[in-house]
């Protein structure tokens, strides 16, 4: 039998058997969906948002999803003009109930959002009687742009300490507050949040989108009975931007709290990115709705065999590696230089590091017409390593330091 590393971490005091969790969204809908994504093994799943029916009529329209599709790359992000859940909250109560009943040894947690005082406090309560280990405080769901509930809220610091407070003094389980990345700066909303008793924080939610417009007709995308909006954008197109984030609120010391990463997570790679940049616990939407649950199968797998090989006990061990690595852009040491080094025997002669170079870097890149390969001009390389990222051939470039006091190019003087 294969040998599996512990992936077990605690998280808001709470112990998850690995750290992958769904997010809040229609992959944990109801009681039978988180059923089966619990069995595939996931470790905890964030409930659809819920919200009280008496306070808003959640309306979600239709069609209401658009796919980023470049070139022949399909579905590398998703835009969706999705609310919170519409069903009854009765029904949704009785789920979590069902699910804590049948998976007690599994993390449940319950997303809320209020409208008002009072439906924070009902909505937290209510969760908490139905068996939720955690709270998820949704303050960030593009769609609800009430001005107060959604991400407007998310981006109101005082809206967001005082709901939070509200909701810590409605109940005894810990609470994450979700963050928009809809802002410039997550740092003071994180900060208006912990002020209010959050232990954790969560990011990203979608960020504000427009994915693509149809030309006949003049109308972007997804076509809404002739109208569209710029909503929540998801997968994998958005990494980069949660990683950032969630390096951000890592590296706060102000804010000093666990961080649950969300954002394009499809593979245990990018799983084991978020880790290293702080993240202590992993959700995921935009990869289930494509792949289905069975995607966590092989995050386990290839985390597990990662720490194995690297003899790593503990994910304790490598949260936030990465993160402590990342300086201001002032802070680079300048005097480091490299240039390009092309290796003839791999070059196929297709010419793109020329073309790259000549009209978008520093023309140091020479193309002998009549071998057809490509050289570098040392003096005039400013190591940008444009040519190697357009190369199609895996390692025919890479790079070498070189002494900075024989480069006379103007870049680094
Ligand atoms: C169709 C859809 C519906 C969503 N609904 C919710 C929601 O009800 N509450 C919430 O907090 N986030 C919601 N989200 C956001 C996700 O939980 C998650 O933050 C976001 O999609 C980024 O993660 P991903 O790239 O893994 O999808 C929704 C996302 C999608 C795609
Ligand atoms: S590293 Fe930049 S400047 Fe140097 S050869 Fe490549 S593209 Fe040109
Ligand atoms: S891009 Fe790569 S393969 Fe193409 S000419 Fe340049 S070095 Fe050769």
């Given at each position: 039998?294969?040998?599996?590393a512990?992936?077990?971490?605690?998280?808001?005091?709470?112990?998850?058997?690995?750290?992958?969790?769904?997010?809040?969204?229609?992959?944990?809908?109801?009681?039978?969906?988180?059923a089966?994504?619990?069995?595939?093994?996931?470790?905890?799943?964030?409930?659809?948002?819920?919200?009280?029916?008496?306070?808003?009529?959640?309306?979600?329209?239709?069609?209401?999803?658009?796919a980023?599709?470049?070139?022949?790359?399909?579905?590398?992000?998703?835009?969706?003009a999705?609310?919170?859940t519409?069903?009854?909250?009765?029904?949704?109560?009785?789920?979590?109930?069902?699910?804590?009943?049948?998976?007690?040894?599994?993390?449940?947690i319950?997303?809320?959002?209020?409208?008002?005082?009072?439906?924070?406090?009902?909505?937290?309560?209510?969760?908490?009687?139905?068996?939720?280990?955690?709270?998820?405080?949704?303050?960030?769901?593009?769609?609800?742009?009430?001005?107060?509930?959604?991400?407007?809220?998310?981006?109101?610091?005082?809206?967001?300490?005082?709901?939070?407070?509200?909701?810590?003094?409605?109940?005894?389980?810990?609470?994450?507050?979700?963050?928009?990345?809809?802002?410039?700066?997550?740092?003071?909303?994180?900060?208006?949040?912990?002020?209010?008793?959050?232990d954790?924080?969560s990011?990203?939610?979608?960020?504000?989108?427009?994915?693509?417009?149809?030309?006949?007709?003049?109308?972007?995308?997804?076509?809404?009975?002739?109208?569209?909006?710029?909503?929540?954008?998801?997968?994998?197109?958005?990494?980069?931007?949660?990683?950032?984030?969630?390096?951000?609120?890592?590296?706060?010391?102000?804010?000093?709290?666990?961080?649950?990463?969300i954002?394009?997570?499809?593979?245990?790679?990018?799983?084991?990115?978020?880790?290293?940049?702080?993240?202590?616990?992993?959700?995921?939407?935009?990869?289930?709705?494509?792949?289905?649950?069975?995607?966590?199968?092989?995050?386990?797998?290839?985390?597990?065999?990662?720490?194995?090989?690297?003899?790593?006990?503990?994910?304790?061990?490598?949260?936030?590696?990465?993160?402590?690595?990342i300086?201001?852009?002032?802070?680079?040491?300048?005097?480091?230089?490299?240039?390009?080094?092309v290796?003839?025997?791999?070059?196929?002669?297709?010419?793109?590091?020329?073309?790259?170079?000549?009209?978008?870097?520093?023309q140091?890149?020479?193309?002998?017409?009549?071998?057809?390969?490509?050289?570098?001009?040392?003096?005039?390389?400013?190591?940008?390593?444009?040519?190697?990222?357009?190369?199609p051939?895996?390692?025919?470039?890479?790079?070498?330091?070189?002494d900075?006091?024989?480069?006379?190019?103007?870049a680094?003087?």
């Amino acid at each position: 039998m294969k040998t599996q590393a512990d992936l077990s971490i605690e998280f808001c005091g709470v112990r998850f058997e690995n750290p992958f969790c769904l997010s809040s969204s229609p992959v944990g809908n109801h009681a039978e969906m988180c059923a089966r994504a619990y069995d595939a093994g996931w470790s905890g799943i964030v409930y659809k948002t819920l919200g009280l029916e008496k306070s808003f009529k959640v309306v979600i329209p239709s069609p209401r999803l658009n796919a980023l599709n470049v070139f022949d790359k399909r579905f590398i992000g998703l835009q969706n003009a999705e609310q919170i859940t519409d069903r009854p909250i009765k029904d949704n109560i009785k789920d979590l109930v069902w699910l804590k009943k049948n998976y007690p040894q599994k993390v449940l947690i319950s997303s809320i959002m209020g409208f008002e005082d009072k439906d924070w406090a009902e909505l937290a309560k209510m969760s908490e009687d139905a068996g939720a280990d955690i709270l998820e405080l949704n303050f960030s769901c593009p769609q609800m742009a009430h001005k107060t509930a959604g991400h407007r809220t998310g981006q109101d610091f005082h809206a967001v300490e005082a709901f939070t407070e509200i909701v810590k003094k409605s109940c005894k389980i810990p609470v994450i507050a979700k963050m928009t990345p809809n802002i410039t700066d997550m740092i003071p909303v994180a900060l208006a949040a912990k002020r209010g008793g959050a232990d954790a924080i969560s990011a990203i939610n979608t960020i504000r989108a427009i994915t693509d417009i149809d030309i006949n007709n003049f109308t972007p995308l997804p076509n809404i009975h002739g109208h569209s909006s710029p909503t929540g954008f998801s997968g994998p197109s958005v990494k980069p931007v949660a990683m950032r984030f969630v390096s951000e609120l890592y590296n706060s010391k102000a804010i000093n709290l666990p961080v649950s990463a969300i954002g394009g997570i499809e593979t245990w790679i990018d799983a084991l990115h978020f880790l290293l940049l702080g993240a202590t616990n992993l959700q995921v939407t935009t990869g289930i709705m494509r792949y289905g649950y069975r995607i966590v199968e092989d995050m386990i797998e290839g985390l597990s065999d990662y720490m194995i090989e690297r003899n790593i006990q503990s994910l304790t061990q490598i949260i936030g590696k990465a993160a402590q690595k990342i300086v201001d852009p002032s802070e680079f040491n300048t005097r480091f230089q490299v240039v390009s080094v092309v290796d003839e025997a791999k070059c196929i002669g297709c010419g793109q590091c020329y073309i790259s170079c000549q009209d978008g870097a520093n023309q140091a890149m020479k193309f002998d017409k009549q071998s057809r390969k490509a050289s570098v001009d040392e003096e005039r390389c400013v190591g940008c390593m444009l040519c190697k990222l357009v190369c199609p051939v895996w390692d025919c470039i890479t790079h070498k330091e070189v002494d900075t006091a024989k480069v006379r190019h103007a870049a680094i003087f």
